[in-house]
Each structure stands twice: as C-alpha cells, then as structure tokens.
C-alpha cells in the first residue's frame, strides 16, 4: 500500500503523517509513505488546500486532519 502526504511542510502536514503512520501500524498495513511537498505534485490530485491524505492513489481527504480512526478505516478497505 502507498500512503501520501500532500502538503509543503506545515505542522498540520507533520501531524497527518504521524496519524498515517500510527493508523497503518495498528492496521497491521505494510505501507510505504511518500512525501509530496513540490506544488506541481500536490496539485495533480483534486485538492484545494492542504493537507492531503492519498491512499493508493485515491485522494481521502484534504484540508483538514482526519481522526486515526477513520485513517484506519480506509486502510483497512
């Protein structure tokens, strides 16, 4: 599974990779995570603002922090 961050490096940004990361563990997903900070790559997704959470290439939400609970939701599908 590809998990990534879309955002330049705000702490919002931090906080979602660090839920990302936590949710995957305690799924029991072997993820790999991929930092996308360039505009060009934040912007080939349908996102307004950041930060962003894509998940197998399937953009899961933008603009604001997801609860870990539903991170895993989404990994778990």
């Known amino acids: 599974m590809e ?3 879309l955002g330049t490096g705000c702490p919002k940004c931090k906080r979602l990779e660090q839920l990302a990361r936590e949710a ?3 799924a029991g997903v072997d993820a790999t995570f991929t930092k996308v900070a360039d505009m060009e790559g934040i912007m080939s997704y349908p996102i307004t603002s950041t930060p962003g959470l894509v998940i197998d290439e399937e953009l899961k939400s933008s603009g604001r922090l997801p609860r870990k609970e539903e991170i895993i939701a989404w990994v778990k599908q």
């Open 3 to 5: 998990i990534k961050i």
């Open 24 to 26: 995957a563990a305690e």
